[in-house]
């Protein structure tokens, strides 16, 4: 028997790939009567930065709260996109929306455990000539490491339309 899919923890970097991941989030958590967190994680930046910046940067936290705001706001707009092409609202699925700063990798499997996911779902951008041989550098990483089940999304071929995945 396989294991109840409650809780679904949706990683996202807000590209075009992801918005198409979300798809299938939406999807997977309609047909099991889950719920959605999603998580965001920005990478942090490199010392060197911080201290040239010193004086002008906002607390991490102001920045941390409006980054979330200004993340919600856009996924809160996509799901209306969702609404409108798959037909159900999916703004209620959505549990909770996390940002954190930290490595995406670290971010992703850190929350799923915290967050008691049964799944995580994340769209992988396959750059580069050898896009048919490897996944993206953080899906491949969150594969590797994961005791949970992960479900990586690919780029859809060029052929379908998924202008409404724009975030």
């Not at 998580?39 to 060197?48: A, K, N």
């Not at 609202?89 to 940002?99: A, D, F, R, S």
């Not at 896009?131 to 899906?139: A, N, W």
């Amino acid at each position: 028997m396989l294991p109840q899919i409650k809780k679904i923890l949706y990683a996202t970097d807000l590209s075009r790939n992801s918005a198409y991941a979300f798809y299938y989030a939406v999807d997977l958590a309609q047909k099991r009567g889950a719920t959605i967190v999603i998580l965001h994680s920005v990478e942090p930046l490199p010392g060197y930065v911080k201290t040239y910046t010193m004086g002008l940067e906002k607390t991490e936290i102001e920045n941390q709260a409006e980054l979330t705001d200004i993340i919600g706001k856009r996924l809160n707009n996509f799901c209306q996109k969702v609404d409108d092409h798959i037909g159900s609202p999916c703004v209620e699925l959505v549990t909770k929306v996390i940002v954190r700063s930290g490595h995406p990798v670290e971010e992703i499997l850190s929350a799923a455990d915290e967050e008691g996911c049964d799944l995580i779902v994340l769209g992988s951008h396959g750059k580069g000539f050898l896009k048919q041989t490897f996944l993206g550098s953080v899906s491949r990483r969150v594969l590797d490491r994961s005791r949970k089940p992960v479900l990586v999304i690919p780029l859809p071929p060029e052929t379908e339309n998924i202008e409404w995945a724009s975030m």
